[in-house]
């Protein structure tokens, strides 16, 4: 059975749930994290020495970071999901993305969900929150382009591109409070990803 260490709020735990879910994996998840702790205990980082969550356990094999523990699922389990491409174009402008989110985008957004979501509102920072969620709506907006004309970011099925940046996305357009530019096209692709089961059990129960 696979083991997947992280609390259910973590956005990096959710995108490894949603893969199993797509992928039908059963595992078993253990809360660790913020205020389950575990993640800073001996045995905890004896698997990863970063404390952080998620950690994958897998008949042995233990692995951490989540978007690589995604690509270690498609490609041990998912082969023939089409999740993760074997063509290499397609599998390099999959992996374009989830290394764009974690590069570009996320250290900018993070900013906006921990003002919004993890500040109380009377210690909320409304300029400075409002200033990041520009800055991420520009990006935004280069997805908005690139989804044109596309049902999803790569190809015509879906792949762990849009599973790491519908977690992402469902941060920002799910989010209240802040002002967001105009993205239809993004706004269709996410409302497609609404629909998808895995999306609705993993992605969108309230922020917290």
Known sequence: MIKIWGRVNSVNVQKVLWCCDELSLPYERIDAGLHFGRNNEPDYLAKNPNGKVPTLEDDGFVLWESNSIIRYLAMQYGAASGIYPDEPKLRASVDRWMDWVLSTLQPVERHVFWGMVRTPP????????????????????????????????????FTLADIVLGAYCRRFIGLDGIARPQTPALQSWYDGLQQRPAFQRHIAPALT
């Not at 400075?128 to 690139?146: N, T």
């Open 122 to 157: 009377e210690q909320r920072d409304m300029a400075a929150i409002q200033s990041f969620a520009d800055e991420a709506g520009k990006l935004w907006l280069m997805i908005d382009a690139h989804l044109q004309g596309r049902r999803f970011m790569e190809g015509d099925r």
